[in-house]
């Protein structure tokens, strides 16, 4: 199944600046997801990535606040625009794989604004 | 009511216990999946079910279509086990995102 390096692993982070987080997948693939995992929190939907095409957003979450890119068919970016504490969160990107799993997962970034 | 949920919320139990999680849904799903979240944050995928069952190792995993109900279980138990387990699934239909349960957090005691 695919394997994904997702940088960094973790961040502190002042308030009202930007973090990006990078998603390198080791094979082509069509969908990225990205997820939010608030403290305490399961996963939620930030929006599904293709590539050529814009991100599609999930309710709550806008293009502004979490732009994506997605330049190629191996790699995605999510930015954290202008953080505030409650951006303090786990951030993981998924891929669909066509495996045994079904999905792969990025190793997380734990980012923590202050 | 969230579509997916998970019983127990937080498991504690003495290394060698035989364990289940279990997770019901609500909706229609194309396929349910088990997953592992050490402290750290990532995640490893463990099962993906449509029917039946999957064994791998000392893991188990149980669905029930018509009850809409899956279970995993644990055999001999031990403290590397400790994690959160989390049950998600795919909505009959969708573009392949998951939809989370709450988790259940796991400590196994040596």
């Known amino acids: 199944s695919a394997v994904i390096s997702q940088k960094p692993s973790r961040d502190i982070c002042q308030r009202g600046t930007s973090l990006t987080i990078q998603c390198q997948v080791d094979s082509q693939v069509t969908m990225m997801f990205w997820y939010r995992q608030q403290p305490g929190q399961s996963l939620t939907l930030i929006a599904t990535?293709?590539?050529?095409?814009?991100?599609?957003?999930e309710s709550g979450f806008v293009i502004d606040k979490f732009p994506i890119s997605r330049p190629n068919l191996t790699f995605s970016t999510l930015t954290v625009s202008n953080m505030s504490p409650e951006d303090s969160s786990i951030y993981l990107c998924s891929v669909g794989t066509g495996s045994y799993y079904g999905y792969t997962f990025g190793s997380g970034t734990r980012l923590t604004v202050v | 009511k969230n579509e997916v949920e998970q019983s127990p919320q937080n498991l504690t139990a003495q290394e060698g216990e035989f364990i289940t999680i279990n997770c019901s849904y609500s909706?229609?799903?194309?396929?349910l999946h088990w997953l592992q979240q050490h402290p750290g944050g990532g995640i490893v995928s463990l099962f993906m079910l449509s029917s039946g069952k999957k064994k791998h190792g000392r893991l188990i995993a149980t669905i029930n279509i018509q009850e809409k109900h899956s279970s995993l279980h644990i055999t001999a138990s031990h403290p590397r086990d400790s994690a959160v387990y989390i049950c998600?699934?795919?909505?009959?239909?969708?573009?392949?995102?998951?939809?989370f349960g709450s988790g259940t957090q796991l400590t196994v005691l040596p």
């Open positions: 990535a293709n590539q050529g095409s814009e991100a599609t957003y």
């Open positions: 909706v229609g799903i194309s396929a």
């Open positions: 998600a699934v795919r909505l009959s239909g969708s573009a392949r995102q998951l939809t």
